[in-house]
């Protein structure tokens, strides 16, 4: 069967990564791979193009496609739109409720050719591996009412954090198979010491554990997580939590690895498809000067072929190709150390596509 991929560059930095995911992609074609490529705008430049973040046309793509691997999207060029309906993170946003991309793994692991890049000391990462299973269709990003209003004389805003059983024990089955498939502990974050939304999520994954009994389930409050993962980032396995402290503690625990630069990130949905991307953004400061680092988006090309098109053997090749170019020293600016040269994103790109093709 033939693969259909969706190929989303988005904004910044997107489009210059997103070609080399799309050379990556043609390699693998010519090493027998059977998928067609196609691409579709999103964030600002369908705005551009469009005047929406999330053109039909796009989101129709998106429904048939096997999978999607999307660059990034946003910038400050549109920040300016009041709208906020318009803004270019509501195309990103849009894709994930439309296709009830509920699950998503960021996964933080470290290359040992890179751990003096991290912000950390060296024994405190050397093998870091920490998968973090945020729910991405629910909670405060989407909760109803919500809104900016004139109440008494003065403005008010206001989101409403709401998340159902049925959410909870979804994403919380992704996280304990996960779990099951690697070191078999899994933290829950929440903060049931303050929120009631918490407390059930807390209850929710307390039922679920004895269905997984070869899981060590442990709890946290968000705060207190977010400080152990910069005392001792390797007391964690599995992190499962909602949208928002998701994304927060995802972004701290991207950046012990050394750079954001090298993550990639996937979204599935019930039926296995998936969104793929680099958990960076889109870096408009650095845009446009072939200099952003590819590969966290070579490297969401090689989870695409893992969890949506089971081509476990193909997503290996890649993997191992990067860890060859890093082995050889090849350094983007964002992880190199002082006074390494660096490479250029096309250069980088490269370098994979050679590694990738010796096998
Ligand atoms: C992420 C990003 C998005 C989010 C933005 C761009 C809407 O920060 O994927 O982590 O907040 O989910
Ligand atoms: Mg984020």
Excluded at 22 to 34: F, I, N, S
Excluded at 173 to 196: H, T, Y
Aim: hydrophobic share 45%.
């Amino acid at each position: 069967m033939t693969h259909n991929v969706l190929l989303l560059p988005g904004d910044g930095i997107g489009p210059e990564i997103a070609a080399q995911a799309a050379r990556l992609l043609d390699a693998c074609q010519k090493a027998g791979l059977d998928i067609s490529v196609e691409e579709a705008l999103v964030g600002g430049s369908a705005y551009d193009a469009h005047g929406v973040p999330l053109p039909d046309a796009t989101l129709e793509k998106a429904r048939k496609a096997s999978a999607i691997l999307l660059g990034a999207v946003g910038g400050p060029k549109w920040d300016k739109i009041d709208d906020l309906s318009k803004r270019p993170e509501k195309g990103l946003l849009g894709l994930r409720k439309n296709l009830g991309l509920f699950g998503n793994l960021r996964p933080a692991m470290l290359y040992p050719q890179l751990a003096s890049a991290s912000s950390l000391k060296p024994e405190l990462v050397a093998g870091l591996d920490i998968m973090i299973v945020r729910e991405l269709t629910g909670g405060i990003y989407f909760g109803q009412p919500r809104g900016i209003e004139e109440r008494n004389g003065e403005r008010v805003g206001f989101n409403t954090y709401v998340y159902s059983e049925s959410e909870i024990e979804r994403i919380g089955r992704v996280a304990f198979e996960m779990a099951q498939k690697r070191g078999k502990k899994l933290c829950s974050v929440d903060k049931a010491n303050v929120l009631e939304v918490t407390i059930l999520w807390r209850e929710v994954m307390e039922r679920l554990a004895p269905e997984y009994p070869d899981v060590e389930l442990s709890h946290m409050y968000v705060d207190n997580a977010a400080m152990q993962l910069v005392r001792a980032p390797k007391q964690f396995d599995v992190v499962v939590t909602g949208n928002m402290f998701g994304d927060i503690l995802s972004d701290a625990a991207a950046m012990l690895t050394g750079s954001i630069g090298m993550l990639p990130s996937a979204s599935l949905n019930e039926t296995g498809q998936g969104m793929y991307e680099p958990c960076h953004g889109s870096a408009p400061d650095i845009a446009g000067q072939n200099i952003a680092n590819p590969l966290a988006m070579m490297l969401s090309v090689a989870m695409m072929l893992r969890y949506s098109l089971n081509e476990t053997a193909m997503a290996e090749r890649i993997e191992a190709a990067v860890g060859r170019v890093l082995d050889d020293g090849l350094r983007t600016a964002d992880i190199a150390s002082p006074g390494m040269q660096t490479v250029s994103t096309v250069e980088m790109g490269d370098a994979v596509l050679a590694a990738f093709a010796q096998g």
